[in-house]
């Protein structure tokens, strides 16, 4: 698959198959935030792979998913096996900005997934201070993210925005229709 191709099938997924994503290609997705771009090359970030089933339903209740939808949380048995958490190293950058670096970080990991076959959802919606605690994190470490990682057991597609409408909504067959703005509207010429 090319990055382009990729760019293009990688939707945010929130229900996942209960199958297991091996350990090694939990790595190589931290491997490929490990090789993102970093503002001068600080690289302040450090990542925590999540797959006890402990720490996986202690977190659940700190995550809020699907904000536009209804009935977006993903039930049980359709729950991630597996998050990476973003963290920033506060001992390597001490001024707590991380934002623009988790976001090359998690956006490296979300296209390496696509290749896999696997899928993902950016979580920002989280209680920080809970998951730090539920982690056993030391002090230096902030968690900027959660991005959970699975096998998709929904499908997500992107439409056409009508308007200014940016809202993801659900269709007659549960698939979910995410509204991208056109090129004519974002290209300034
Ligand atoms: C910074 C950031 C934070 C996000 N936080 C959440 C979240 O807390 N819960 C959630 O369900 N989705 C979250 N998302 C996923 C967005 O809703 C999703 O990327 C957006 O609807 C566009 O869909 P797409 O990723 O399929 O293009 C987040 C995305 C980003 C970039």
């Not at 190589?28 to 006890?52: E, S, W």
């Not at 920002?124 to 605690?133: D, F, L, Q, S």
């Amino acid at each position: 698959m090319n990055v382009y191709d990729a760019i293009k099938a990688r939707r945010t997924v929130r229900k996942f198959k209960q199958e297991r994503v091996p350990q090694k290609n939990l790595e190589i997705l931290v491997d490929c935030a490990r090789m993102a771009a970093y503002g001068a090359n600080m690289q302040p970030l450090k990542f925590r792979i999540i797959t006890n089933d402990n720490e996986l339903t202690e977190l659940f209740p700190y995550i809020k998913w699907a904000g536009y939808l209804a009935d977006g949380a993903p039930k049980e048995g359709e729950r991630p096996c597996a998050y990476i958490a973003v963290l920033g190293d506060t001992s390597v950058k001490s001024n707590g900005a991380f934002e623009t670096e988790s976001g090359a970080a998690v956006t490296n990991m979300m296209l390496e997934a696509v290749e896999m076959g696997l899928a993902t959802c950016w979580l920002g919606a989280i209680n920080r201070a809970e998951i730090h605690n539920i982690l056993s994190l030391s002090d230096n470490l902030q968690v900027t993210y959660l991005l959970a990682v699975g096998y998709p057991a929904q499908e997500s597609r992107m439409v056409d925005m009508q308007g200014n409408d940016v809202k993801y909504y659900l269709d007659e067959s549960g698939t979910v229709n995410v509204p991208k703005r056109s090129m004519e509207d974002i290209l300034i010429k």
